[in-house]
């Protein structure tokens, strides 16, 4: 596939709308959603966001949040995420985002897995995904748009809560692999 352009449809505070143009033969046209300004998309290497496992050692729990997402329009569980603000860090938004949507504090972080790609179909968005073992210290202090209640799930409990519960798939995938990864000190 030879690229020919690339071209901006539409423009939102959070999302753009693009236009893809390739040539192989006959020109073909993909649309995709970004969040990145024009000079970052497509980039493979580049960090959107973060999603967090938080794990509470003293109680032997993770910590889920149970939120309204509007384009479902519907609650969804989930693990703790966030978009990287400019000029910071993912180790930073990390802790932001903890901080904000559970009130915890961090005691230990891990990466599990570097940036890599959510939706590849519709979107270049990438999240770089995190264990935390934390405290929760604080209280909430969500935006006005959120709707964010924190669900502590025992870890023997998790494989059942992921059953029974509409939790998104990363959030799963990562809560499984932790509890299985546990005996080997993942954190």
């Given at each position: 596939m030879k690229f020919v352009k690339l071209k901006k449809i539409a423009n939102t505070k959070y999302l753009k709308l693009y236009s893809a143009q390739y040539k192989?033969?006959?020109?073909?046209?993909?649309?995709?959603?970004?969040?990145?300004?024009?000079?970052?998309?497509?980039?493979?290497?580049?960090?959107?966001?973060?999603?967090?496992?938080?794990?509470?050692?003293?109680?032997?729990e993770i910590v889920f949040i149970k939120n309204f997402r509007y384009p479902l329009n519907t609650y969804i569980y989930e693990l703790s995420a966030g978009l990287i603000d400019k000029g910071e860090t993912e180790e930073e938004a990390v802790k932001r985002e903890l901080l904000e949507e559970i009130g915890a504090d961090i005691k230990k972080l891990k990466r599990f897995i570097k940036p890599s790609f959510i939706s590849v179909g519709l979107t270049d968005e990438t999240n770089a995904l995190y264990f935390a073992e934390?405290?929760?210290?604080?209280?909430?202090?969500?935006?006005?748009?959120?709707?964010?209640?924190?669900?502590?799930?025992?870890?023997?409990?998790?494989?059942?809560?992921?059953?029974?519960?509409?939790?998104?798939?990363?959030?799963?995938?990562?809560?499984?692999?932790?509890?299985?990864?546990k005996q080997s000190n993942i954190l």
């Open positions: 192989d033969g006959p020109l073909k046209e993909y649309f995709f959603v970004t969040r990145r300004h024009k000079k970052d998309v497509q980039k493979p290497d580049y960090c959107d966001a973060v999603k967090i496992l938080p794990y509470i050692k003293k109680t032997n934390v405290v929760l210290s604080h209280k909430q202090d969500l935006d006005d748009i959120e709707d964010i209640t924190i669900e502590r799930v025992k870890l023997d409990k998790v494989d059942e809560y992921i059953k029974t519960h509409n939790v998104d798939i990363v959030s799963s995938i990562m809560a499984q692999y932790f509890v299985l990864s």
